[in-house]
């Protein structure tokens, strides 16, 4: 029996909004995490059950105007709250997965590597105390 790398379509509706995957995803969970396209991927997420649960006041029939006020404010402060939580959020996954919650600045780190040589080869190594403040981690 082989065990499965990708989720299957259950798997993968309980997995965003919480459900862990089994062990043998891990790979998959980090790249969706961490990898290319995370944080897109995180706000598509997140879009979907506010505009499943405004949907209803588009049928009470006002004009249209009304719509807009009673929907718009509320969907458009869910989405920040996604964006303003993604980090958090995203970390707070790849831990319940037993990942790295790092893997999330990746992406970052590999663009910036360069940089960080350029001042090491200017200016030395950093010290030693200095390294709890390179993990971005609002905790």
Not at 4 to 13: D, E, G, I
Not at 25 to 47: F, N, P, S
Request: hydrophobic residues 45%; positive net charge; charged residues 20%.
């Amino acid at each position: 029996m082989t065990t499965a790398t990708k989720p299957n379509l259950w798997q993968y509706l309980g997995y965003c909004y919480g459900r862990r995957l089994p062990a043998s995803m891990k790979r998959w969970v980090a790249e969706d995490l961490a990898g290319q396209g995370a944080i897109r991927r995180h706000m598509i997420r997140y879009a979907i059950p506010p505009a499943l649960v405004l949907a209803p006041f588009w049928l009470i029939p006002v004009p249209f105007y009304m719509r807009m006020e009673m929907t718009v404010p509320i969907y458009v402060w869910a989405l920040l709250m996604a964006i303003a939580l993604n980090k958090v959020w995203r970390r707070h996954r790849l831990a319940q997965h037993g990942l790295d919650p790092n893997l999330v600045d990746v992406i970052k780190r590999k663009k910036q590597a360069r940089m960080h040589e350029d001042y090491i080869r200017k200016y030395g190594p950093r010290p030693e105390e200095a390294r709890y403040q390179a993990n971005s981690s609002p905790f």
